[in-house]
């Protein structure tokens, strides 16, 4: 069954904003970590964000840092992603990710289908 729901994706000029969101099941959100990775066209998937559990604690590749951030919002079971200032090299289909970090429980990782981001210029 479906675990991840990404939307927010589109097109977008060079300079706008998007948010992608990802909606998770309440068994698998509460325990992950959840993360945002995208895959450029012909390159590897890479990492972008990444978000704890009690969001004490993020991490952003280099090349988003002061223009996106990764929140979670556990009442919802729902992890977003505020793009901002995009870039034209910030085209990509992005990938919702959550990770297992309970050690009381069978580990777990799941991917989302993904969503595309196009940014022109």
């Known amino acids: 069954q479906v675990q991840l729901v990404e939307s927010g994706g589109g097109l977008v000029q060079a300079g706008g904003s998007l948010r992608l969101s990802c909606a998770a099941s309440?068994?698998?959100?509460?325990?992950?970590?959840m993360g945002w990775y995208r895959q450029p066209p012909g390159k590897q998937r890479e990492s972008v964000a990444i978000?704890?559990?009690?969001?004490?604690?993020?991490n952003y590749a280099d090349s988003v840092k002061g223009r996106f951030t990764i929140s979670r919002d556990n009442a919802k079971n729902t992890v977003y992603l505020q793009m901002s200032s995009l870039k034209p090299e910030d085209t990509a289909v992005y990938y919702c990710?959550?990770?297992?970090?309970?050690?009381?429980?069978?580990?777990?990782?799941?991917w989302g289908q993904g969503t595309q981001v196009t940014v022109s210029s």
């Open positions: 990710n959550a990770v297992s970090t309970s050690p009381y429980a069978p580990s777990f990782e799941y």
């Open positions: 309440r068994t698998i959100f509460s325990t992950a970590a």
């Open positions: 978000i704890t559990v009690n969001s004490g604690s993020t």
